[in-house]
């Protein structure tokens, strides 16, 4: 491998030099030997082993260097949500560099999300801002009364003044949410996503509306999550839209929560072509012991329903951070990058593990994760 990045750029030795490892690049096949230098909170270089050198070194020997993961779909919205959970209890300290708070929060609650979550937090917390202006903060039907539940002008303004934070609209479309209010919050999130160069998020669950009409309602970096549930409907009984959202770049997305991924949707969904452009967690309050646990746990599932390494970390990494509109700052182990990084551990023993239904499949090498770098700087996971 040579050496990518300029030393010379660096009259110094690097801050720190991550040695020994496998870089796992998802924008390569798979896994190679190499070094990684880190300065000023980036990625600076990357290496043949032993060819560059640093004020530290971090020894990666028998693990895996990947581009830290990122969560697309978590809630983090705590303590004013009944479902939020700390950022860096899902985050820095389970071997996630970015959460991405899906719809927690909405207009009316953004400014004190901010200063409450986002800027506290170790890990980098991000959002989905929800099409409801109250979000989850008053239970779990935010969209039940109609118009009174959107201030279309109010989200727009939350989107555009804060670009770097907010990334996208979630808006949940299932029967549970929405009272009478039928597709006109997708409707109203797609005007919005429209004006401001943004995707949505969309949630599917229990019909009505049926998932077909939402599909049909999305364009090309809109987001599915939940997209392999096993409820009624779902992706497999509207597989012709299906496809065709999928061709016009619709992202499906795992986001597997209390309910949310069957191992038996999702074995005949990737018999059927449909691939995950993305795993995510769903995780929140009621999950985090079981059986969500963590995103690497999430990971370990779809190894066991066959994708590779590779696939699943590129999943989590390169895919989320297109989804994000980070591409090149994000997901990546590419000089000039953020230096946010994590250290997996490919275990020796199986795992049993279990979906939203109570399914077991085995996984028979899963991943752990070891070390994280947030910004440069090592945090351990707890």
Known sequence: MAVQ????????????????????????????????????GRIAAVGTPGTLDGHRHLDAGGLLVAPGLIDLHTHV??????????????????GVT????????????????????????????????NISRHGLV???????????????AATEKVLRDHPDQVRGIKVRM?????????????????????????PVMVHVGNEPPRLGDVLDLLGAG??????????????LGSEPEARAAVERGVRLDIGHGSASLSFTTAERALAAGFTPYTISTDLHAR??????HSLVTTLNKLLALGLTPQQVIRCATLHAARVLGLDGELGTLRPGSAADLTLLRTADTAVTLTDSEGVTRTCATPLEAVTTLRAGAPVAPS
């Open 5 to 40: 990045g300029s030393p010379s750029a660096h009259p110094q030795r690097f801050d720190l030099v991550v040695t020994g490892g496998l870089l796992a690049d998802p924008l390569r096949d798979g896994p190679e030997p190499g070094d990684l230098a880190v300065h000023d």
């Open 77 to 94: 919205y705590a303590p004013r949500t009944y479902l939020g959970v700390p950022a860096d209890d899902i985050g820095v300290h389970q």
């Open 98 to 129: 970015t959460v991405v708070d899906a719809g927690s929060c909405g207009s009316d609650h953004w400014t004190d999300f901010s200063d409450n979550v986002v800027r506290p937090a170790a890990t980098r917390v991000l959002s989905w801002l």
């Open 138 to 152: 008053h239970g779990r039907r935010e969209l039940s009364r109609g118009p009174d539940d959107i201030d279309e």
């Open 174 to 198: 299932s029967s549970s949410v929405l009272g009478d209010s039928g597709l006109a919050p997708l409707r109203a999130a797609k005007r919005v996503a429209a004006r401001v160069g943004r």
């Open 222 to 235: 809109d987001v599915v999550t939940h997209a392999f549930h096993g409820k009624p409907g779902g992706l």
């Open 287 to 292: 999950n985090t012991t079981g059986p969500v």
